[in-house]
């Protein structure tokens, strides 16, 4: 059975600060790796979509890693701020890509 | 595009009613996903459907919740003679024919029981 950990469960940040948000799956058996944000009383915004024969993908400041053999990926977040404040979900795809198992998230806060 | 539209946004119901939860897919997505996300918990998968098809129910709760993507109109999730511990946000995404890449989420709706 799929699980998917991320580390840590809450982060507080200054403005400005480089950052990284782990995330580690216990079958290497997957698909491809999303992550999203999800803000108070929304829904999920995908983010970042590596398949599994992928090894990376970047979009502006937010640079996602996979390594499928050892079961992690990171999130890094340059140069964060006030409006990246949301938490963050990773998720593995199984089965063909369609059934997505999530981690618990990474609740992050940037001040200022 | 209007993307995944869910509704109602909020649902509140007394112990033993129904619930009905409704997802219409973005244009061109034939593929809809229902997920439970429970307080302090992660999204749980619970259906995956197509038009007129379940294709996994894995997981969803053997009783009292079902599941409908008609040829026409919005996909259904049904909770009968709904409980407390069914107070959440349910969550809908579509996707287009494929691999499940193009994973789009609606805003979900928060459902809670009194």
């Known amino acids: 059975k799929q699980e998917v950990t991320q580390i840590p469960a809450a982060l507080s940040v200054p403005e400005g600060e480089n950052l990284v948000l782990n995330c580690s799956f216990t079958d290497s058996a997957i698909y491809n790796l999303q992550w999203f944000r999800q803000d108070p009383g929304k829904g999920l915004t995908s983010l970042l979509l590596?398949?599994?024969?992928?090894r990376e993908q970047t979009s502006g400041r937010l640079n996602a890693s996979l390594d499928k053999s050892s079961g992690r990926s990171t999130l890094y977040i340059a140069a964060s701020q006030p409006g990246d404040s949301a938490t963050y979900l990773c998720a593995v795809s199984t089965g063909g890509g369609n059934k997505l198992t999530f981690g618990t998230g990474t609740q992050l806060k940037v001040e200022l | 595009n209007a993307g995944v539209m869910q509704n109602p946004r909020h649902l509140v119901r007394r112990r033993g009613q129904e619930a009905r939860l409704r997802c219409s897919p973005m244009k061109g997505h034939s593929h809809v996903y229902w997920y439970r996300q429970l307080p302090e918990e992660g999204l749980k998968f619970m259906v995956y459907l197509q038009k007129e098809n379940i294709i996994d129910e894995s997981g969803m709760p053997k009783e009292r919740f079902s599941a409908e993507f008609p040829k026409e109109g919005p996909s259904i999730l049904r909770i009968q003679q709904v409980v407390r511990g069914d107070s959440a946000a349910y969550f809908c995404?579509?996707?287009?024919?494929?691999?499940?890449?193009?994973?789009?989420f609606g805003s979900g709706t928060r459902l809670t029981v009194v």
């Open positions: 590596i398949q599994s024969s992928q």
């Open positions: 995404a579509s996707s287009p024919p494929g691999d499940g890449t193009g994973y789009t």
